[in-house]
């Protein structure tokens, strides 16, 4: 009898079309609500894993010296141990005709060891000309840019780069001017920390400026499940420095984004619900608008089941057909709203399950009185009176 | 040996009115129809005929006494039971016609048939051949709502015949009609007696009618008189 329930429904089309709106908006929004937790999740943990695996280690003393760093290094779960000092070099930053605009971008040399030079944005970077940084270039005045900054400073393989150094003769300021080789230029990646990226050996740079203190360093894990633990063997094993990680902020704001996708999708699921109630309330109409009809299909002999199914079917039809609307509308924030913003909704397989489930749940359960007052209607009853 | 035959026994319908008194729509009713009977109840408005009809159409249970459809006594059936023998036995002609409105003749016709569980290409043919039977075979696709009433009222003959019952049950089935239409359909339901066999109740107002029919039951009170 699923032809006599999709006639039903197309007997009555406006009726039916707002009623499968109201299903669809709220199964809409809890696609939409829910594609977008995930999107902003999964960003989320992008974010986190950048930070999650990093322990900060920083001097209850005057600096690090080369011998804590060994120490830390030895230490079981770490990685790798980087010194990153920065040091911005006045002289070419304030250099109006390399900025080309009124916009002061700066750049900042990482003075690192090149053994290290793949952990400083936790990604390995790849030289598109030239080479990266060596072992032998440690104490040499060379210099691995990025693609953003080779732009700014109008530098080319072979380029030189200037370093203006600052130091003071009694009141006198003195500036003495490096010039760093640039012997590669890293692959831009569309990612603002490499393409940034101004790598120089670390040795170079503390020759240069020996009163620069490395006051702290950076500590990769190999697992962000040990970080905890290494943050602990740190503090007790290695004397002068205090370590800590962002491991217990990470997973309390990992914490909140659950608790907001849970408030959001009981709102959306709240939305869903007022739908069901509109679906019931049709069903409810349609059987008290179609009480002879159902007399006189029972007095042809329809069964009490066949009844039951019939405005059953119906509702769980129009309940399916506002999961399709809602499937239509879930995609705006996706493929219009949010085209823009630094995530993007994902409409994830699980997310549509359950939401169809939760379709053909609420028009079972919006058919059920309905039809279960169709299917106890007496013929006799219905029939007496026109 | 008991096919078509409609025998009651005692037969009474009450219904409580207030909280003691009891009213008897139909009392101690007994009635034997045979097979291939044609016969015509009569009475006044409110005389029990239509709770009759309702009684030996299973649509409603007896207070007290029996009904035998084809030997078999109805009133001891659950109603899913009672609700098969409405569509595997019983031809049911309403005053009222009671098409489906949203639905063509043809699918009217076929609906019985839907409710029986036939093959489509078996209702496909009996369909044809009901609607040539009442003489609207070119009509099968009009929504019932386009048809006239003496047309509608064939349609509802037609699927009243949809499942081949033996016995039609009409229920002043010439009520809502013009004179000539309803002649019509009292000559068809003559016609389907005689060629057919089929054990066919009338009840009806119009004198005229009865006079058609060969037996004539006359109610009055809730009894046969």
Not at chain 1, 64 to 90: D, L, N, R
Not at chain 1, 196 to 224: F, K, N, W
Not at chain 1, 320 to 341: D, E
Request: hydrophobic letters at 40%.
């Amino acid at each position: 009898m699923l032809e006599l329930a999709l006639k039903n429904i197309l007997r009555y089309k406006v009726r039916s079309l707002l009623t499968i709106a109201g299903i669809g908006i709220g199964i809409g929004l809890i696609i939409a609500l829910g594609s977008i937790g995930a999107g902003i999740s999964l960003e989320a943990g992008k974010v986190a894993k950048d930070f999650a695996g990093v322990i900060h280690v920083t001097s209850l003393e005057s600096n690090i010296s080369q011998e804590t760093i060994e120490k830390i290094k030895k230490i079981g779960g770490v990685q790798y141990v980087i010194a990153i000092p920065a040091y911005y070099s006045s002289g070419a930053n304030s250099d109006p005709e390399a900025a080309g605009s009124s916009t002061q971008t700066v750049f900042s040399f990482n003075a690192i060891d090149p053994k290290d030079q793949d952990y400083v944005v936790k990604k390995e970077v790849k030289a598109k000309r030239g080479r990266k940084l060596i072992e032998s270039d440690n104490g040499e005045e060379v210099a691995l840019v990025g693609s953003d900054a080779a732009k700014y400073y109008h530098l080319g393989l072979g380029g030189s780069m200037p370093y203006y150094s600052l130091s003071y003769e009694g009141d006198t300021p003195i500036e003495t001017e490096y010039d760093f080789t640039v012997v590669g230029i890293i692959e831009a990646t569309g990612d603002y920390k490499t393409d940034s990226l101004i790598l120089v050996p670390l040795s170079t740079m503390q020759t240069i400026e020996p009163d620069q203190a490395i006051t702290e360093v950076i500590v990769g894990a190999t697992d962000i499940k040990n970080v905890e633990k290494v943050t602990a063997d740190i503090n007790k094993k290695v004397a002068g420095v205090s370590a800590s990680d962002d491991i217990g902020s990470i997973r309390e704001s990992e914490k909140y984004l659950g608790q907001i996708n849970q408030a959001i999708m009981f709102l959306g699921i709240i939305s869903a619900l007022s739908g069901a109630l509109g679906l019931a309330n049709t069903m409810v109409m349609s059987v008290m608008e179609r009480r002879r009809e159902i007399g006189v299909l029972k007095a042809l002999g329809a069964a009490n089941s066949t009844v039951l199914a019939q405005v059953m079917e119906e509702s769980a039809i129009l309940s399916i057909l506002g999961w399709v609307l809602g499937f239509g509308l879930g995609w705006i924030p996706k493929l219009f709203v949010l085209r823009y913003a630094h995530f993007d909704p994902i409409i994830t397989p699980d997310l549509l399950m359950i939401t169809f489930g939760l379709a053909l749940t609420i028009g079972i359960f919006a058919g059920i009185y309905p039809a279960w007052k169709a299917a106890k209607l007496d013929p006799v009853e219905v029939l007496k009176y026109e | 040996m008991s096919e078509g035959t409609i025998v009651t026994e005692k037969l009474s319908k009450g219904y409580n009115i207030g909280k003691r008194s009891e009213f008897y729509a139909l009392k101690d009713v007994d009635m034997r129809v045979e097979k291939g009977e044609l016969v015509a109840i009569t009475g006044p408005s409110g005389s029990g005929k239509s709770t009759l009809l309702n009684l030996i159409s299973c649509l409603d249970t007896p207070t007290t006494g029996r009904v035998f459809l084809e030997g078999v006594d109805v009133g001891k059936l659950s109603e899913g039971q009672r609700a098969r023998i409405r569509r595997e036995k019983i031809g049911f002609v309403f005053q009222q016609f009671n098409l489906m409105k949203s639905m063509t003749a043809y699918e009217n016709v076929e609906l019985p048939m839907k409710l029986l569980g036939l093959h489509n290409k078996e209702r496909h043919e009996r369909v044809k051949n009901l609607l040539e039977t009442v003489g609207l075979e070119n009509k099968g696709n009009n929504k019932a709502n386009e048809l006239s009433g003496g047309e509608q009222q064939r349609i509802a003959i037609a699927r009243s015949l949809a499942n081949q019952p033996k016995i039609i049950l009409a229920d002043e089935p010439t009520g809502n009609l013009d004179k000539k239409s309803g002649e019509n359909i009292i000559n068809l339901l003559l016609y389907l007696n005689k060629k057919e066999n089929k054990t066919i109740v009338i009840i009806t107002h119009d004198p005229g009618i009865a006079t058609k029919c060969l037996r004539v039951i006359r109610i009055e009170d809730g009894r046969i008189i």
